[in-house]
């Protein structure tokens, strides 16, 4: 030791006194403090955990002091405790013991209890909601029978390699969450729970399930997802009240034929499994609404005959090689059909009967032409067509989307309707050809003869034709009502007023048009098994005694005049075909030797109420007319409609200017109501009556505001008023507590006021994309209801583009950081 260094005295206890500053000379450098001095011990009464490694075993004392006083208190106040993620291996044993009462209750009088009233014993509740999940339990106690008042058990997220077969006692449990555990089993017991309506076993070790789980009658949710589940078994169609089945990623190679005895099945998810194909009668699941079968080995699609309520159908990665025409027709509901990574060579043309098919993807086919009917799909707003090798369309045309293609194809349409609808010379030379070759061999001769086609065969006379439908017309108007008094005894039931435009009125027309009529009524060629024959109604019509008669029997015939016997059944349907096309369609006729109707009666013609499609209207409740340009829709349409229950009204894609008078018959039953791309410049206020409805559509219209009774629409979920000449969020909006989705993208609005969207409490998405927006508020950050928001296509600086890609939580958060304190 050097002679500067002084050692240290120590005292009684052998520690070296502490040296303050004022014994250290000015200038010399502070010494380190002594390791000897950290030694002191410490006399906090908190435990010091930096010493424990961070992996070790869980103790049972550990995982009994994670429930901890303040939490029993709660659950036994609450009925409900929360476990979850705190590591625990073990279950408290205390926690099954929850419901009885304490020992400090039991011996506590009624004096002790009356002052510490929240502890006392009836205002307790059994526990009913437990939460153990995602931690690292192995097993579960048989004293979980203890817990008879659970009706939420959630497990999931464990280390569970088996069950007690006491959780069968568990008798009021109604969810039970198993998902994401090693099980390859379950107890017998579980299959016996009564009330048992969700079940999750996703993401286990299971290679089948217990044929047994059919006695859960009451199960509504299934989700046995990414398993090595290889066959389901044969009962599992008593589960009647199922309305889920989730079984993708899986080995399913075949599905059992009960599977289809699900009646009140709505969704079903069969992805990524083995399947080679899917059972004829699918249409018995009548309530089916979305089906995904991707990554499977099909190679052909069922007809789906019946499944009339299935809106989506996601079969891309498959094997499939057509698309069956019966399918189309079967499914007119459907929303999102999903055919990409095929092997599809041809699109049928009855796709155009997905009348309400929102997004259509033929991405990686084979499919070298795309049908013209495409184009008539009013509702098609996504058609993804990539990675085919179509060569009747530019690939910059295809480049440039849906709306490109679509027009390219309305385009090629409206060119193929002008040459199949031609008058020259040689067009009317084949296609009378063709019809002299279809007529029985004793007429062929006198074809020509009897219709006296020479002044008409090969200009048909446009001025005459005009002529000649405005005579039929009027005097068809004049005659309706007395035909209908004189077709009234002989029938049953009493017939409504619309029912006269079905019985055609016998004009007076020159001998031309009755060799138009003989030509009809001889032709009977190959294809007459495929027209409509004259229905009891027709026949009636037909006994009237006039020079018409013939041609008004064989007009009904051209019109699709169709009515099964008993007109109490009959229920009309909104012809969707002009003249001319539904004459073609009836093929009794070439098109281009038809008469055309008159311009003024062309709504008229588009707006008859058919009865032939009885069927189809009274089962899938929607009343839809696309694409016809209808300016007007008489009453009686609505009229007939709401005498059907019919909820969702679709006029999409015409030229309405106000919303037709006659929806006031429906404002009880409408729940969906669609009348974009039309000419709507003003809303009536009669829209307020509305009840019922969850859906509205005014998109693409000339709207400039609302009128203040739509704030009444509670039940309003979702409007669409984009693309409109909005300047402003109509006031009426901010009245909406009910609205969780608002698309007012592509109009004029110059300003958002905040305070207003605040009133809207639900509301989740806000699209306002493409308007004039200047500036956005920093308040609105603060609006966390908003998941989903839109601001691409606005003028304002602020957020910049790059803020505004990064999504919604990007933008809100950016907004709040700018909040003034």
Not at 153 to 164: E, K, R
Not at 309 to 325: C, D, Q
Not at 439 to 461: C, E, F, H, I, K
Request: aromatic letters at 6%; charged letters at 20%; one cysteine or more.
């Amino acid at each position: 030791m050097s002679n500067n260094q002084q050692q240290l005295p120590s005292n009684a206890d052998g520690f070296a006194p502490i040296v303050t500053a004022s014994r250290i000379p000015r200038g010399a450098a502070r010494p380190r403090q002594s390791t000897i001095a950290t030694a002191r011990p410490s006399f906090s009464p908190r435990m010091n955990h930096s010493f424990l490694p961070v992996f070790h075993e869980r103790a049972s004392a550990e995982d009994a002091a994670l429930l901890t006083p303040t939490l029993w208190k709660q659950a036994r106040k609450s009925g409900a405790l929360s476990l979850q993620n705190k590591g625990m291996a073990r279950v408290p044993e205390r926690l099954y013991d929850i419901n009885d009462a304490d020992e400090d209750s039991k011996t506590a009088n009624l004096e002790e209890l009356s002052l510490n009233e929240d502890d006392a014993w009836w205002n307790q509740q059994p526990l009913n909601h437990l939460d153990l999940s995602s931690n690292a339990l192995t097993h579960i106690s048989p004293k979980i029978e203890n817990l008879s008042t659970l009706t939420v058990l959630l497990l999931h997220d464990n280390a569970l390699v088996a069950l007690p077969p006491q959780i069968g006692k568990l008798e009021k449990l109604v969810r039970l969450n198993l998902s994401h555990n090693k099980l390859n089993e379950l107890p017998p017991d579980l299959f016996s729970l009564p009330e048992l309506r969700h079940l999750n076993i996703s993401h286990n070790e299971f290679i089948e399930l217990n044929p047994d789980i059919s006695n859960l009658h009451m199960l509504e949710f299934l989700d046995a997802s990414n398993n090595n589940i290889k066959s389901l078994p044969g009962g599992i169609g008593f589960l009647v009240r199922l309305t889920a089945l989730l079984l993708p990623n899986n080995h399913i190679k075949e599905l059992p034929p009960d599977i289809v005895n699900l009646r009140s099945l709505q969704k079903l998810d069969l992805m990524k499994n083995d399947l080679v194909d899917l059972p004829e009668d699918m249409g018995l699941l009548r309530k089916l609404q979305c089906l995904y079968i991707q990554h499977n080995d099909i190679k052909e699609l069922p007809s789906f005959e019946g499944n009339e309520t299935l809106n989506e159908l996601h079969a891309s990665n498959n094997y499939i090689e057509r698309v069956p025409k019966d399918l189309c027709s079967n499914l007119p509901h459907l929303k999102i059909f999903d055919l990409r990574d095929n092997k599809i060579a041809q699109l049928p043309d009855e796709i155009c009967l997905m009348r309400n098919l929102n997004r259509l993807d033929i991405s990686n086919n084979s499919i070298s032409v795309l049908p013209v009917t495409l184009s008539s799909l009013a509702h098609l707003i996504s058609l993804q067509v990539e990675g085919n090798p179509i060569k009747t369309i530019r690939r910059d045309i295809i480049q440039c989307g849906t709306a490109r293609i679509l027009k390219t194809l309305q385009e090629r349409a409206q060119t193929k309707d002008r040459e199949v609808g031609g008058t020259d010379a040689n067009s009317v030379a084949v296609a009378e050809s063709q019809m002299q070759d279809q007529l029985p061999a004793g007429n062929v001769d006198n074809y020509r003869q009897r219709q006296q086609v020479a002044p008409v065969q090969a200009n048909y006379n446009l001025e005459y034709e005009r002529q000649f439908q405005s005579q039929q017309f009027m005097q068809q108007q004049q005659l309706q009502q007395q035909q209908l008094q004189q077709l009234e005894p002989q029938q049953s039931t009493r017939l409504p007023a619309y029912y006269a435009q079905f019985t055609h009125p016998a004009p007076q027309f020159n001998p031309q048009a009755q060799q138009l009529n003989s030509l009809a009524s001889q032709f009977n060629g190959p294809t007459a098994q495929f027209r409509p024959q004259p229905s009891q109604f027709d026949l009636q019509a037909s006994q009237f005694n006039s020079p018409g008669a013939q041609f008004n029997s064989q007009t009904s015939l051209i019109n699709g005049f169709m009515s099964p016997p008993g007109y109490g059944q009959c229920m009309p349907q909104v012809q969707q075909l002009n003249y001319r096309q539904a004459v073609a369609h009836a093929q009794l006729l070439a098109p281009h030797i038809l008469p055309q109707p008159h311009q003024e009666s062309a709504d008229f013609m588009r707006t008859d109420v058919q009865p032939r499609w009885v069927y189809k209207l009274r089962h899938t409740r929607t009343l839809a007319v696309n694409l016809e340009g209808l300016t007007h829709v008489p009453d009686h349409v609505f009229e007939i409609a709401a005498s059907e229950n019919v909820h969702v009204i679709d006029f999409a894609r015409n030229q309405l200017k106000q919303l037709p008078n006659g929806l006031q018959h429906m404002s009880k039953l409408v729940t969906e109501l669609v009348l974009s791309h039309n000419t709507i410049s003003v809303v009536q206020p009669f829209i307020s009556q509305f009840t019922r409805i969850a859906y509205l559509n005014l998109s693409n219209n000339l709207l400039t505001d609302l009128p203040h009774e739509f704030g009444v629409l509670n039940t309003l979920r979702e409007l669409n008023i984009g693309n409109n000449r909005l300047t402003f969020i109509p006031k009426a909006l901010y009245e909406l507590q009910g609205l969780e989705i608002l698309l007012a993208s592509d109009n004029h609005i110059k300003a958002l006021n905040v305070a207003g969207l605040e009133n809207m409490g639900r509301l989740n998405t806000l699209d306002l994309r493409n308007n004039d927006i200047e500036s956005i508020p920093p308040i609105l950050g603060n609006l966390t209801n908003i998941t989903h928001l839109e601001l691409v296509g606005n003028p304002f600086r602020q957020p910049r583009h790059q803020i505004l890609m990064k999504g919604t939580d990007a933008i809100m958060s950016y907004l709040r950081d700018r909040i003034p304190i």
